[in-house]
């Protein structure tokens, strides 16, 4: 195939994965929507439960005898609906199609210009979205997190989106300083980390807007717990990313560190991160204010992905947008 029919092929196949990602955010949605309530236990388990006896209660034979409320309470089963776990389930088949579609157009991307395929604003988004699908996916492997699926979907399919109708470039060669193996080393371990921290601030949202008592979202405590080891895992990566760049630098432009904003705010984001895992570590941080600080790293690293490239001139003013 000619390097135009893989650029066509590459749109193709962005667009697909847009389109999967929707229809998977619904089924997600059903699911979350119609499924089995759960207590939160994260205060449940803060608080002593006190043992109340009820007057009264109907026993196997009929008769009367004293049962705990939390008992009786728990005897009450949550209905959920028979369809819910079904359209989960295809939500997940339909997530591992559109990460597909979404590898299989920056494979061809890549092919079509023949260099890494992120050289510019648009590559980046997709990449990150593929990366936090990955992320979100690889996670499900393990452990059960399609509550988040509807919140990861809506995220990735909007990002992709936003890349399709303001970032696009015309597949092509790059500026002379991203012309460089370094692209290869420094920008795909940013992604990777992005990818992650992307997931952690899903659950940190969902963390957030989930209400007291019985939810469809898991308790607080999961959710918390979903973010920090998202962040153990980038953290490390995201520290390498910086110095990587600092390297780069030095080889393009004959300095590590120059004061751009890019650079600026890698660092910042870095400092937030830091600041919550530190906190978290030494000072025993959890619940609430612990991931009000993640969610304002969160906000670093999306004002230096994005805001950075579009609003600010710098030498990693990348992003080709009129």
């Not at 012309?179 to 940190?204: D, E, K, M, P, R």
Request: aromatic fraction near 14%; charged fraction near 15%.
């Amino acid at each position: 195939m000619s390097a135009e029919q893989l650029a066509e092929l590459s749109d193709f196949f962005v667009v697909a994965a847009v389109l999967l990602y929707v229809f998977a955010m619904v089924g997600f949605a059903i699911e979350l929507a119609f499924g089995r309530s759960r207590p939160n236990k994260a205060e449940a388990a803060v608080e002593t439960p006190v043992e109340v006896k009820l007057p009264v209660a109907v026993g196997a034979a009929g008769g009367a005898s004293d049962v705990p409320a939390a008992a009786a309470s728990e005897q009450v089963p949550v209905k959920a609906s028979p369809g819910a776990a079904r359209a989960g389930t295809v939500a997940l088949a339909l997530a591992w199609l559109g990460w597909a579609a979404n590898f299989g157009a920056i494979v061809t991307r890549g092919l079509s210009a023949d260099r890494w395929p992120w050289g510019n604003m648009y590559e980046f988004v997709v990449a990150i979205c593929f990366a936090a699908v990955t992320a979100f996916l690889g996670t499900q492997l393990r452990h059960n997190v399609r509550f988040m699926g509807a919140f990861v979907m809506l995220t990735t399919a909007l990002g992709l989106g936003l890349a399709v109708k303001f970032f696009y470039t015309v597949a092509g060669p790059v500026m002379p300083a991203l012309n460089s193996y370094w692209i290869a080393i420094h920008v795909t371990a940013a992604i990777i980390s992005s990818g992650l921290l992307t997931i952690a601030g899903v659950s940190g949202v969902l963390y957030l807007v989930r209400g007291d008592g019985m939810s469809r979202l898991p308790s607080r405590a999961d959710l918390e717990r979903v973010a920090h080891r998202a962040i153990v895992f980038a953290f490390p990566l995201w520290t390498f990313a910086v110095i990587a760049g600092a390297l780069w630098a030095d080889r393009a432009w004959g300095r590590y560190w120059g004061w751009d904003p890019k650079e600026v705010w890698s660092f910042i984001t870095w400092v937030a991160y830091a600041a919550y895992l530190h906190a978290r570590a030494t000072a025993g941080w959890r619940g609430r204010a612990a991931t009000i600080v993640q969610l304002m790293a969160f906000g670093c690293l999306m004002f230096n992905l994005v805001g950075v490239n579009i609003f600010i001139e710098g030498l990693h003013s990348y992003a080709d947008v009129d």
